[in-house]
């Protein structure tokens, strides 16, 4: 049976890479990962050379078993996302899923995640904090399940494009109000920036803004949390 490592990979500065990952990513027989071509620009920089295969949202499940069957053929083989860490909002959890049940080891390499390193700038967030990935890119779907979360009463966490990060807020102010908010855009890049503060107040400045860069991640409290 073959070792499939899931290694986090920085989700802007390269510095964030662990040693582990590394080490891990050096002694692979295969790495596993979205783009490519994204992948081995990483892979140079650290001067490794293994070879790397595809799989992705919109590989289907032949490919998956055809990867699966590959994999079965090799020692170590370790998957990667474009940023971040394997499985969290990411394709790579059907993979992880079909190597479990192919009787194969799965070991997480564990480091850099948008999800936790918001987290930790946040402040409180209370004894709960859920994940919900990308909402919806239509308004009222969006929209219907922020107001499911507000629901719930609990701090949550989503991701969010800069093309929509305005229209998003904007719902999330129509929805609660009153809801405080922290937002990591373009987190451990040149230009990383933290936002805090109601949610009308961060619509206001980003509204005011004629463009908006980088990939953000927002953290939503419903309620004050001491």
Known sequence: ???LYVV???????DDMTLRGLRTLRDSDLVVCEDTRHTRKLLSHFDIHVPTAAFHAHSDAQALASLVSRIGDLERVSLVTDAGTPGVSDPGAALVEACRRAGHAIV?????????????????VGRTVLFDGFLSPKSGKRKKRLSELVARGESFVVYESPHRIVKMMGDLADVCPEADVVIGREMTKAFEEIVAGNVRDVLELLSS?????????VLVRTARIH
């Open 1 to 3: 049976m073959a070792e």
């Open 8 to 14: 986090a990979t920085p989700i802007g500065n390269l």
């Open 108 to 124: 997480p390499v564990p480091g850099v995640s948008a999800l936790t390193a918001l987290v930790s700038v946040a402040g409180p």
């Open 209 to 217: 803004r004629s463009q908006i860069k980088g990939e953000c991640a």
